[in-house]
Structure formats: structure tokens, C-alpha cells
């Protein structure tokens, strides 16, 4: 390394002796140029004036000087006297600088007499000389010096006295600034040495920018749109067509990365509300692999055809439940089987939480199945619920401990094994809340009675899933709510009454989720433990799913999330992998009148409920 090093000197010595000596023969050269250029200068300039005073008859011996003789001999009356006779040519005052010669004359006496003495002025003959070049002012003429064979030689006195030249410079052409950068670009780029190569790889700033390009270089990659596409559909067989625009349900895509995903369950699943095309994931632990981290959330993007998550964050125990921050999207909430709230940030190239909630008495001691973000912009808390009963308020801004905590109880009783949570749309105080032993609570978090109000009863097994009405049209059905249970059923209920309103009982196994679609008012969603998932549309039916799909690996769906749009549904399953599925367009598009048919529908099914009640009371007993 040093011999290469002293030869790298050695080069550089030489390269710059060479390039002091090559400077020094062009001063010299250009320093003789102008020697040169005064001499030839000097000589045009006379055979120029010669010309002039030609063309006005005048010849050049009378326009030369004349010597001038003085007299010093002669004495008038003890004093000296000196005469001269005195004669100029007619340029004198206009003449080339030469002062006129002096000779003594022989001491003699001289006689004096007067002389004429004429003047003539000569106009110079005015010659004007353009460039090629742009005649534009330009702003800088620095160079103008060097460029000696672009300018005009400098007026010489004898004529400036009379009439000067007009003076044209040579003006550089106008440069613009995509000029400048493209000379600029064009500039060689220097070699890096090795240290400096390391160096600008383990900076922040490179891995930053790496990370940033990798994802868009991935996706320009995985990009398989095909350019022949015919949205006429001709290029479709017969038939084809119809039956593409008729499907209820298909698949679009699956998300599944080796590393991540590989025998780890889906626990939860959110759509970001700024970015809907992004869908987080949160996973629990893969028991193949101790070394890696207990706890994965993934975001994928559905924009893109890439096959690997957009992001890949984990922390050391299991999570259980994740949302993105309503009011700040580049922060994911996480809530893990140990009771720690976490929290990670996009913007930092960082996997591992950036806050963690301490393991505190405080705060959840058992493992936290629900994480929402509730309130306004200006006024919002992330609140959370374990299945050890407490229900903790926190503040992103600090998760050292919950701004407020209390026991869900229902009378007197043991604590509520709280597995999952819903808040009805536009509250942010009332709740509702399904339990281990299979029954749905009510609460409150402020008032004059806050935490549990109420119970509902109705299921035989825990409750896996729960969800409030949230699409808005003529009628307000916020009361209602869906929950799905191990006991193979759906039950719809209403915050006004205590007892299920209907049960659907087309499941064949454990129904692990349940969500209403956010933009029909009678159309919710189900997956079950057999990989099943059905759409139901109360104003179609109520006894059979409107539509139907099995997946084909034989795994159990356990999470279900429409997109915000309404046209697309996730479901994930205990293998790691999230489907995908197009709901059909005359499925997802609610018509005018499906709030009023949905009025109809409730009406029917409690007229049913009580025709049931009374034909149970009637049946004798035998």
C-alpha cells in the first residue's frame, strides 16, 4: 500500500512540473505575440496616415518636420541677441509626438523676416470592422484580453485627437443555465479512494437513500402490466366477459414473504386511512425459528406487484393486535401477549420499537388483544384492553405510563376477560366489548358510572370477533353490532335491546371474525376455522351467505378487513398468508334504497323473534 501510495506522489510531481513548464512556454509565447502585434501595429499605423494625407494632395515630405535653425551671434547694443527662424509643417499640432530638432548655426548675422504660418485639419477616414458573432451585451468580457485576434486594435492618439474610431468589442454568445450544466455534468467524475468509498457506505445518509431506491427499484421490477390490454374486452372469448363482470368474489393477490411470514399466524390486519393502498399485518411467534424475534408487523402495498413487505417491523414478544395511527400514519401501534404497548416509526430506519409501555402493575399484565385510536385530531388517545380486565387510556407522546386505567367488572363480579373491542361510529365514550366466557359488555369511559353498564347473552363459546355498523346514509344504524363466536355462529345485536336480534348458524366451525362492510349497510363479512369466507346481505337472505370462497390450502381464516372503499376484503390465516379478494361491483355498490330495505329487513326479524318466543311458550310440555 505505500509503494503505491510513494508512486502516486511521484506521478503527481511530475504531472504538475509538467504542467508548470507548459505554462511558463505559453506566457512566453503569448508575450512575443504581442511584441509582435505592437510592432506590426506601429508600422500599419503609419502606412495608414501616409494614405490619408495622400488622398488630400498632400505629399509626405511637406507633411514632414522641418529642422529649425537659431542664431546666437548677434549683439545689439551689449546685449545678446538670438534669432530663429521658425518652421512647422502644417500637422503639427496634430503630429505624431515627435519633438522637432534643434542644430546650432554658425555665428553670423542672421536676417529676420516673418513667416506665414497655415493650419489644416484632416478628418481620419472612419472604419468600422463587425464580428460574426452575436452582437448581445454580455455580462462578463474578462476573457475579451485573451481573445486578441476577436478585438480591434486601441485608437492611436493622432487620431483621437480629431475624430475617435467607434470601438466594437467582441461579445461572448449568450449562455444559458442549462448550458453551465451541462459543461458541468460533462466534467469527469474523480475516483473515490477505498476509505472513502467505506466511509460514505456506513453513513446514515447512504443507507437511508439505499433503502429509499431498493423499494423503487423492486418495484419497477415486479411490474407485469400488460400493454396489450383491450378495455373493449375484444380480446376476450365469447362470453368471457360476462362472466368476469358477474363474479362476486375473487382473488387479486396473496402477501406471503418466506423469512416473515413462515409458520407464524395472522393475529390482526388494518388498511392505512392516508395510504389505502397499504395493509399492515401483525404476527405472533414462529416456534421453528427461536433465534428470530417473537413479535412481526408487516406492511405490504397493494399498488404494486412486489412480493416483499414495504416494511418489516418485530420486537421480542408476540403481537397480538396493530393499527396505524389515525392522526399520525407514519407511526404504528402494537399491542404484544406480554402487555407492553409499543410503538414503531416509518421514518426511521429502525425495525425495533422506537416507545414500549413498561411491565408495570399500572398497566396490562396479560396479553392485549385490541389497540384503537379514538377522538379528533386535535384531541385523541390510543386506548386498549387486555384480557386481565383493565382498560388503559394512553398519550403517544409518552407511553411511560396510562393517562387513565380502570377495571372492567360487571356488578361485583370477576373481572371481564376482555378478547376483543368496538366503538359504535362517532363515539368516543361508549363501547362494547366481547369476553372469554361468551358474553358482550357495554362500558363507558367517563360519566358518572364509567366502565361496564350492561350484558349481553347470547353466545356459548368465547367471542373472537366484534364489529359496529359504520356505513352513513338516510338512517342511522350505528346501535347495531356483529360478533362471531367458537360456538359457530354470527349474532347480530342492538345496543337497545340485551338479546340477539338474529343468529346465523350456516358455519360449520369456529367463526373467528366478523366486520360490516363500511359503505352497504346490509353487507358484512365472515372467515371461518375451516378457510371459509362468506359475504351475508340481509336484504338477500338471511339463512345462506350471498357469496362464498374456500381457500384452497385447507387453512383457518382467522382475520377479516375490508378495504375503505368497500371493493376490496382481506383475510389472513394461520399459515402467515393474506388473501386478497375483489368484491364484485353490484355486491359492494349499495343501491338508493338498501337503507330503507335494511328497515324493513330488522322489522321482519324481530316480528320472527317473537312469533318464535310465543310458539316456544305455547308448546306443551310433555
Known amino acids: 500500500m505505500l509503494s503505491r501510495k510513494e508512486e502516486l506522489e511521484r506521478k503527481k510531481a511530475r504531472l504538475q512540473a509538467m504542467r508548470e513548464e507548459k505554462k511558463k512556454k505559453e506566457e512566453r509565447r503569448k508575450k512575443e505575440g504581442e511584441d509582435s502585434t505592437v510592432q506590426e501595429s506601429k508600422g500599419d499605423l503609419r502606412a495608414e496616415t501616409e494614405q490619408l494625407l495622400k488622398d488630400l494632395g498632400i505629399s509626405a515630405e511637406e507633411a514632414s518636420p522641418k529642422p529649425v535653425r537659431v542664431a546666437r551671434a548677434a549683439t545689439v547694443d551689449g546685449a545678446q541677441v538670438a534669432s530663429s527662424a521658425v518652421s512647422t509643417s502644417s500637422d503639427q499640432e496634430s503630429g505624431d509626438g515627435v519633438q522637432p530638432s534643434f542644430s546650432p548655426s554658425p555665428r553670423r ?3 529676420l523676416g516673418l513667416s506665414k504660418l497655415s493650419q489644416t485639419n ?7 470592422v463587425y464580428t460574426k458573432q452575436t452582437q448581445t451585451p454580455s455580462e462578463s468580457t474578462d476573457k475579451s484580453d485573451e481573445e486578441g485576434d476577436m478585438s480591434l486594435p486601441e485608437t492611436p492618439p493622432i487620431l483621437k485627437r480629431h475624430h475617435a474610431l467607434p470601438h466594437v468589442a467582441s461579445v461572448k454568445p449568450a449562455e444559458t443555465e442549462a448550458d453551465a450544466q451541462l459543461k458541468q455534468e460533462a466534467a469527469p467524475p474523480c475516483e473515490l479512494s477505498e476509505e472513502e468509498k467505506e466511509k460514505i457506505v456506513a453513513s446514515a445518509e447512504f443507507a437511508r437513500f439505499f433503502d429509499r431506491a431498493s423499494r423503487v427499484v423492486e418495484r419497477a421490477l415486479c411490474e407485469d402490466s400488460d400493454i396489450f390490454l383491450d378495455y373493449t374486452g375484444g380480446d376476450k372469448e365469447e362470453g368471457e366477459g360476462e362472466k368476469d363482470t358477474g363474479a362476486k368474489l375473487s382473488l387479486n393477490r396473496t402477501f406471503y414473504d418466506e423469512k416473515w411470514s413462515k409458520h407464524r399466524t395472522v393475529t390482526s390486519m388494518d388498511w392505512s386511512t392516508q395510504f389505502p393502498e397499504l395493509l399492515m399485518a401483525s404476527y405472533n411467534q414462529n416456534e421453528d425459528a427461536g433465534h428470530e424475534p417473537e413479535g412481526v408487523v408487516l406492511v405490504w402495498n397493494q399498488r404494486f406487484k412486489k412480493t416483499t413487505p414495504e416494511y418489516v417491523f418485530h420486537c421480542q414478544s408476540g403481537v397480538m393486535s396493530a393499527t396505524f395511527a389515525t392522526f399520525h400514519p407514519n407511526l404504528v401501534i402494537g399491542g404484544t401477549y406480554s402487555g407492553q404497548i409499543v410503538v414503531w416509526d416509518n421514518r426511521l430506519n429502525k425495525r425495533t420499537p422506537v416507545q414500549r409501555s413498561p411491565l408495570s402493575a399500572s398497566a396490562h399484565t396479560h396479553p392485549v388483544y385490541c389497540v384503537n ?3 379528533s385530531q386535535n384531541a385523541h388517545n390510543l386506548v386498549s384492553v387486555s384480557t386481565d380486565g383493565k382498560f388503559c387510556t394512553w398519550s403517544l407522546d409518552m407511553l411511560s405510563q396510562p393517562q387513565e386505567s380502570m377495571e372492567l367488572q360487571h356488578k361485583q363480579a370477576k373481572a371481564v376477560a376482555a378478547t376483543c373491542m368496538c ?10 366489548v366481547g369476553s372469554e366466557e361468551g358474553a358482550v359488555y357495554t362500558a363507558c369511559r367517563h360519566g358518572s358510572k364509567p366502565g361496564v353498564l350492561d350484558m349481553f ?13 359504520v356505513a352513513q346514509g338516510q338512517v342511522d344504524f350505528s346501535y347495531l353490532f356483529l360478533t362471531s363466536s367458537f360456538d359457530w355462529t354470527v349474532k347480530l345485536w342492538s345496543l337497545k335491546e340485551n338479546r340477539p336480534l338474529y343468529s346465523f348458524e350456516d358455519n360449520g366451525d369456529y367463526v373467528y371474525d366478523v366486520q360490516w362492510s363500511p359503505t352497504h349497510p346490509a353487507l358484512f363479512g365472515t372467515v371461518d376455522g375451516m378457510g371459509k369466507l362468506d359475504l351475508w346481505n340481509l336484504n338477500t337472505d338471511t339463512e345462506v351467505p350471498l357469496a362464498s370462497v374456500t381457500i384452497e ?13 368497500g371493493h376490496q376484503i382481506a383475510a389472513g390465516d394461520d399459515m402467515g398468508k393474506i388473501h386478497i379478494y375483489d368484491v364484485g361491483e353490484h355486491v359492494a355498490t349499495p343501491k338508493s334504497d338498501e337503507w330503507s330495505k335494511l328497515v324493513h329487513t330488522l322489522q321482519d326479524l324481530k316480528n ?4 318464535a318466543e310465543e310458539a316456544l ?3 306443551p310440555i310433555r
Open 122 to 128: 484632416i478628418p481620419p477616414k472612419e472604419q468600422v
Open 109 to 111: 548675422g542672421a536676417k
Open 457 to 469: 347473552e347470547g353466545h356459548m363459546s368465547p367471542v373472537t370477533g366484534i364489529d359496529c355498523h
Open 373 to 375: 385510536v379514538v377522538g
Open 553 to 565: 390450502e385447507s387453512t383457518a381464516l382467522n382475520h377479516l378487513r375490508w378495504s375503505q372503499s
Open 617 to 619: 311458550i305455547s308448546t
Open 423 to 432: 366503538f359504535p361510529y362517532g363515539d368516543v365514550n361508549n363501547f362494547v
Open 608 to 611: 320472527n323473534k317473537v312469533d
